[in-house]
């Protein structure tokens, strides 16, 4: 009789339901450490309590094997994540350069003309920790938890693993954008944006096995959007960013209120980051094709590693 809660040839929960669980259980996690008086503790705490939620949904209840989780530190995987702070800091940076010359915003200042509590230095610090950490914990669940569990969740009759990946890209990338939908002034044009962004950063990911391009272009992307051009990210206001900025020009074109992320700039810097990216896959010999976690079923990647997360 079939279990639509419990799948017994593969002894454990059905994917559909360790995505609600997970998600459920990221969304009140996040909340703990907001209740810490200090901010670099809050922003480290989220991203130690998602590894740890990542891993044990991974390891027990998914049954995975840790090697495909993407979280394996050596010498490409630290490369890829460099890489990816360049490729979208340089992106970044032509997004300011291009609104600058055609005098769609104004520099007015400087960080560190502002006052702040503790001095600017320090505020421009926590800000750099807390975007490594959104860049950590948001790949954590967005790619490396949903990708390889809604995979599996489309992957039966006439649905290949190969058709399912496409399909669990677009559906983490729409969940990705959702959660996005609660950030100020923000607009279905930015909720769009944040789902190609999303894309952008699952490619990386299901071509490579590897959560490094995408934590690092994550990261990136919202450092040097906010913490160095003083650009609004995801609508959110940085006021100890290094260039203090005054926006202007169209919304349409600007993102205005919301930052690049809702204008039509941020969808040319969104392909421009996806481009960079597969060039430098493909320079250091990376085959642009989905790596074999994701085109294999989960009975297939259990045969060839008979002993469960060793």
Known sequence: MFNPFFNSAEGRVRAFFRIIAFVFLFILMMGVPTLLPYPLAEYLSQSLLILFLFYVFYTYLDQRNWQHAGLIINKTWIKECVAGIGIAGVSMGLIFFVQWQSNHLEVTGFGWERTFERGWFLAFLYFLVRMMSVGFYEELMAR????????????????SPNRAVVIAILISSAIFGVLHAGNPNATITAILNIFLAGVMLAVPFVITGRLALPIGLHFSWNFFQGGIFGFRVSGIEVRSALFQIQQGGPEWWTGGAFGPEAGVIGILGILLVLGLSLLYLKWTGVKLEIAVPFRSTFSEIMATNPQKNK
């Open 144 to 159: 490396g938890y949903l990708i390889p569990n809604i995979t599996e969740g489309f992957t039966f009759e006439k649905i």
